[in-house]
């Protein structure tokens, strides 16, 4: 039997086969597309959130702008050069889970211009939790130079000068070959080892108090949470005043406090679909913690595997 390696080799290179039968060549230093099986993930920038202005400049050094807030808002303006997405629905299945099929994201990812050499910046609305899946999702498929912008897309304009733009960008097709990086991707299995206590893990709830408790139903088989997660709703690493996020030492001071920041233990952070706990995940990466996993699945799969275990929460315990 093949290992998961060489499965997810296997599919790379049919992908490759695939896309060079189209006309497509991909090529750079570190892999091609006509030989995924040597790609690896590339390495994970440190600086993870960008200001409005060091946006501008990405951007006007070459970088690859993606609009994170849907085409209606695209529409009525956006940065000048920014190409359209979904805010990572794109990369998404019914359930919300990332598409399993290598080739089709290959082929989504390079539709939006994205190359393995070039620079990311994504930006969104104000408090975006679509921004932060967009920039999750292609850092779990293998790009390592993608920058967050915390402000929305008002702040960015206010804060650089820029003026909004009608004009929609179509990218030229990118060279981008898809190479998985399991490390920040946690599985159901995963997470009910965590719950259980079979492998230590720290599991955070980033939804809203009542998604916790299990008051509040969003149309899934059963309510409640994963047993031995925190809650930490995940708006508040933004000053609520300002839409800013809040400063590092006093993010990390908070996360330390509450048990939720240990630099050797695995972090999960989880919501309704893998969508809200990203900002947890680029949060966590932006204080430098290098163990952490978005759940993919959160809630929506959770809630549907009646062999998983849920707990009601009658209390969570909640930073000031």
């Keep these: 039997m093949l290992s998961k390696t060489k499965v997810w080799t296997v599919i790379l290179l ?43 400049e990405l951007r006007d050094q070459g970088a690859l702008v993606l ?27 019914e359930l919300g889970l990332v ?18 050499g070039q620079k990311i910046v994504v930006y969104g609305d104000n408090i975006s ?8 999702t292609l850092e779990y498929l293998g790009h390592g130079e993608v920058y967050f912008v915390a402000e929305g897309f008002e702040e960015i304009l206010t804060e650089t000068g820029e003026t909004a733009s009608t004009t929609a960008t179509t990218p030229p ?46 149309g899934d088989p059963r309510q409640g949470a994963i047993p031995s997660a925190k809650w930490y709703y995940w708006e508040n690493v933004y000053n609520a005043e300002t839409g800013k996020l809040r ?23 989880y919501c309704q679909t893998g969508v809200r706990s990203t900002i947890i995940y680029a949060v966590f990466r932006w204080l ?18 009646n062999d998983l275990p849920i707990v009601d929460n009658d209390a969570p315990v909640a930073p000031e």
């Design 14 to 56: 049919a992908a490759s086969l695939w896309a060079t039968g189209c006309g497509d060549t991909v090529t750079n230093q570190e892999c091609s597309s006509s030989s995924p099986e040597l790609c690896d993930a590339r390495p994970l920038n440190t600086k993870v959130f960008v200001s409005p202005l060091e946006a501008i």
């Design 67 to 93: 609009d994170a807030r849907g085409l209606e808002k695209y529409t009525a303006g956006h940065l000048n050069g920014a190409v359209a997405t979904l805010g990572g629905k794109e990369f998404q299945d």
């Design 99 to 116: 598409i399993p099929d290598v080739i089709a994201i290959t082929e989504t990812a390079r539709n939006l211009g994205v190359n393995n």
């Design 129 to 136: 939790s679509n921004t932060g899946r967009l920039f999750w």
């Design 173 to 218: 097709k990118g060279d981008f070959v898809v190479a998985l990086r399991e490390e920040i991707f946690a599985s159901a299995e995963e997470v009910r080892q965590a719950a259980t206590g079979e492998k230590p893990a720290i599991l955070i709830d980033s939804r809203r108090e009542a998604e916790w408790t299990g008051d509040e139903d969003r």
């Design 247 to 269: 400063p590092k030492e006093e993010l990390r001071a908070e996360f330390e406090a509450l048990g939720l920041f240990q630099p050797d233990a695995v972090v999960i952070p």
């Design 288 to 305: 430098g913690h290098d163990q952490v996993k978005n759940y993919d699945g959160s809630w929506a799969e959770w809630s549907r595997d």
